[in-house]
């Protein structure tokens, strides 16, 4: 950590809680264990470095499981410029993996939640509601992990789009296809976060966060720390096509998802009017006097979004 | 971390596994998890700095247990000089905590188990047994983690002695006594690492580990990194009277505890032949030629120490 300081997070991923064997590929399991820690630490406008992993399971995993778990998770980390450089292994009655990410500022600043200002512009690098849509799927039986294709097999496509390179209203008028159902549980499974958005944020952003659960719960924790008021403008949502088909096919709102859905692990953040956001970001709303977070300028009633303890 | 260096390190610790929600208090688990990481950091040579904290646990699990536990985890960090800085929560079937130190070398180097070499002292600092003592104690319902005391009342007695406070062969003719006992469980539920004995070591120390699967298991870890045999001599273990009382009590070999009871988290060091090692380390063998640990110049069946996955 050359400059002296180092940004540190730590996540816990139980069975059953945050994924599922029967749903998860071992590698896919890695992957998003690596991808929601390795976006955390982008949303502070660091550099992901290092991964410290700790897997408590039961006696009787299968060795292979956990070889292929952690595959997924190095090639996640070497997407992010980060690798794996220690752990700890133990018995328990489930399957839980707890990762520590470690990153670098470089020279720049850490950017916080608390920073946000009236008159800022809000916005988003990512995608929301790909992984909402694909969970949704499989609850529906409409799709299997099968779908998504195998990890390392053309895995550049598994994200539904990335940053900045799709957005609201660019529908082609296709029907949903098979693949771009595969492509959402793959969004679901292996979470890609636009990992160089967030130190490319750093220089001007003035807060950011990583949307892990659900776009108005996390920049409601801005609104919150910053003690601002936050607009979300629903038609610069950057939710792609694929997820608004698939809500159709579902009879829902494309809108819950791309706002209350978690797990995409978009990272949005707030920059100063006036100041155009970096190359990925995508502008989706503004900042305001007041609290809270408004969607079209209109109050959401609470809930929505990922609760732990339920 | 001024140097630009961080040395970290992390642990699960999983209820039924690590710790029993009926033998140890709330407080206890925090400072037990809090010292065996802590003493990690302090193994390499660093000073400890910081804690990340991830907690799974049933929603149904007290609100004040969990605060308890973190105002024991807080006890033990501000008496390692370190602070919590933050952690996760999440829900899972049985109580887990994933633990991250971080730690900084303040421009000394690290110390690794890889650089032991024939001719150097093994040193000790801290003590062995006491631990596995307790647990023993417990177990066979001699004891109860009530005659251990509650946290925070006359906590510098809770262990057995101090780094370099007492040693082999200290008795003092007394029988065993209940104050004793209950020192022998406080020393299994609230370890005291002596965590300055790291740092002063880093300086001359050629390798060092913390003493938390079993005193033969961890010189293993030495001697294998290093590639050398060890050589422990029991007659200079410190191992105190409390711990040899309650072998007594028990029917059981206090060099049993000794040198195969985990979780004292002492010490131990190789240093160069000649050199006196620092104040608190105590010369409890040495190293040789060769692969493996040897207790008193014989070489001990495989086996002893703690097994992850029995």
């Not at 540190?8 to 139980?14: C, F, G, H, Q």
């Not at 949005?268 to 503004?286: E, L, Q, Y």
Request: aromatic letters at 4%; one cysteine or more.
């Amino acid at each position: 950590m050359p400059d002296g300081r180092v940004v540190a997070t730590t996540d816990l991923l139980v069975e059953d809680q945050h994924f599922r064997l029967d749903w998860s590929a071992a590698a896919d399991v890695g992957v998003k264990a690596a991808a929601q820690n390795l976006a955390d630490v982008a949303a502070m406008g660091a550099e992901p470095r290092t991964l410290l992993v700790g897997l408590a399971c039961p006696a009787g995993l299968a060795v292979s499981w956990v070889l292929q778990m952690i595959g997924g998770m190095a090639a996640e980390c070497r997407r992010a410029g980060a690798s794996i450089a220690g752990g700890d292994v133990t018995a328990a009655p489930c399957v839980m993996l707890a990762i520590t990410a470690l990153g670098e500022l470089a020279g720049g600043r850490p950017v916080t939640r608390a920073g946000a200002r009236p008159g800022d512009v809000v916005a988003l690098a990512g995608q929301v509601g790909a992984s909402a849509a694909g969970l949704a799927l499989l609850r529906a039986g409409k799709a299997t992990r099968a779908d998504a294709g195998e990890y390392g097999a053309g895995e550049s496509g598994a994200s539904e789009c990335g940053a900045g390179e799709c957005g609201a209203g660019e529908s082609d008028g296709s029907e949903y296809s098979a693949s771009d159902l595969g492509r959402l549980v793959a969004a679901h499974l292996r979470p890609q976060p636009p990992y160089p958005a967030g130190p490319a944020a750093a220089a001007s952003a003035t807060a950011m966060i990583d949307v892990s659960d659900g776009l108005l719960q996390d920049l409601g924790h801005i609104a919150a720390a910053s003690g601002v008021a936050i607009d979300v403008a629903t038609a610069a949502l950057p939710c792609g096509e694929p997820t608004r088909a698939a809500a159709s096919l579902l009879g829902v709102a494309w809108q819950d998802w791309a706002l209350t859905g978690g797990e995409d692990h978009a990272l949005a953040a707030t920059f100063p009017a006036g100041s155009a956001p970096p190359d990925g970001w995508r502008v989706i709303g503004n900042v305001r006097e007041g609290d809270g977070v408004l969607v079209d300028g209109e109050r959401r009633a609470a809930g929505g979004g990922w609760e732990h303890f339920r």
